[in-house]
């Protein structure tokens, strides 16, 4: 098969996946590093299992074919499937907001790898299908024109990053837990979807499986599981003084955090989902313990960010079209609030040599 994938940072954990697959990936991102990867290629380091150090897996060795192209130059009406692993602010950007819009027009069935729901996801949710959410969008108009059955949920649950003294394509996986991804609303994309599972999970290296795994779930919240920990932990790393790391935010509090956890997981139950579809906290704070830095969106604040992804504030909104609301979660959407808005309205400070 042939994917697009919008991102070349997190997208390239999944692309490299597909390539050991022996499927095709074009990669969307900036011009100067669409030169460098289809220069160099992609380096993602991964560590397998019983290894003590990470292995190097470059798109140039692997069985499938790589190349990158700017959002001017995609076609998506080329390729059987199209990944949204992009931060969802960076789809307000004018050339990937008209690439969104020939992606909607293409009809192609559309994979989101995000922490933030595309809204025409939410949409297939019958709670959720004439809640109140366009303002927890940075530009709700970009997701006006999709059909929401042609539109699923990965939950980007493994963490990775880009080393800072290297190139835009090389990415490091901290933690490889696996890729949780809810159906498409017709059998044919369903099919797709698990031919790539299946694909995915042959592919090994020296007689070795490779983590990271894509799993397919029939019920449409399992990637919401993701939502109890990012309000546990990644928002909880925004201090109205600084930022800490998830770690940090996790076990400061054990108790609030199994609170705010549980309180979060109730709330997609509320919705719909089943208790099969969760992560028990204990899991979680297990591998939270090991998370050292603060979040993205933490450390996208700090650097003076004036937009990140809200599912914070998504999830507020969510709980009051519903009824119910929680304490903790209120301060910490005020918190980021004021965070962002310091960032967008600080007037800057000019020194007189």
């Keep these: 098969m042939k994917i697009l994938i919008l ?10 996946k597909l390539l050991m697959a022996g499927h095709d990936v074009t990669l969307i991102c900036r011009s100067k590093s669409a030169d460098l990867i289809n220069r160099e290629g992609t380096e993602v380091r991964i560590k397998l299992r019983d290894e003590d150090t990470h292995r190097a897996f470059r798109s140039h060795d692997l069985a499938g074919t ?16 199209i990944g949204l692993a992009m931060q969802e602010p960076q789809y307000s950007e004018p050339q990937v907001k008209g690439l969104m819009r020939r992606i909607a027009a293409s009809r192609r069935p559309c994979l989101s790898i995000m922490n933030m729901p595309p809204l025409p996801f939410l949409r297939r949710i019958e709670a959720l299908a004439g809640a109140p959410l366009d303002m927890c969008y940075d530009d709700v108009s970009v997701w006006q024109d999709f059909e929401p059955g042609l539109m699923s949920l990965c939950s980007p ?16 996986v901290g933690l490889p837990t696996n ?4 159906v498409f609303a017709d059998p044919q994309h369903n099919e797709m979807l698990r031919q790539l599972e299946a694909d995915i999970s042959a592919a090994i290296v020296d007689g070795k499986d490779v983590p990271v795994k894509l799993r397919v779930y029939e019920s449409l919240f399992v990637p919401m599981a993701k939502w109890s920990m990012l309000l546990t932990g990644n928002y909880q790393c ?3 003084d600084g930022i800490r790391p998830i770690r940090d935010a996790v076990h400061g509090d054990i108790d609030a955090s199994a609170k705010m956890y549980a309180w979060v997981d109730r709330l997609a139950r509320a919705l719909g989902a089943d208790a099969v579809d969760q992560v028990p906290f204990e899991k979680y704070a297990n591998a939270a313990s090991s ?8 450390r996208a604040i700090d650097s003076g960010a004036k937009t990140i992804e809200r599912v914070d504030l998504l999830v507020q909104r969510i709980a009051l079209s519903i009824g119910i609301q929680n304490d903790l979660l209120d301060e910490t959407v005020a918190i980021v609030n004021e965070r962002l808005d310091t960032n967008r309205f600080e007037m800057p400070v000019y020194r007189v040599a």
């Design 7 to 16: 991102g070349a940072s997190y997208g390239s954990l999944l692309s490299t």
């Design 66 to 81: 790589l190349d990158a192209v700017t959002p001017a130059d995609a076609r998506p009406e080329d390729y059987d499937m």
């Design 157 to 172: 649950d493994p963490q990775a990053f880009r080393p800072p003294e290297e190139g835009t394509n090389v990415l490091h």
């Design 179 to 182: 890729f949780k991804a809810a």
């Design 238 to 240: 925004v201090q109205r």
């Design 291 to 298: 998370l050292l830095k603060p979040s993205s969106a933490a």
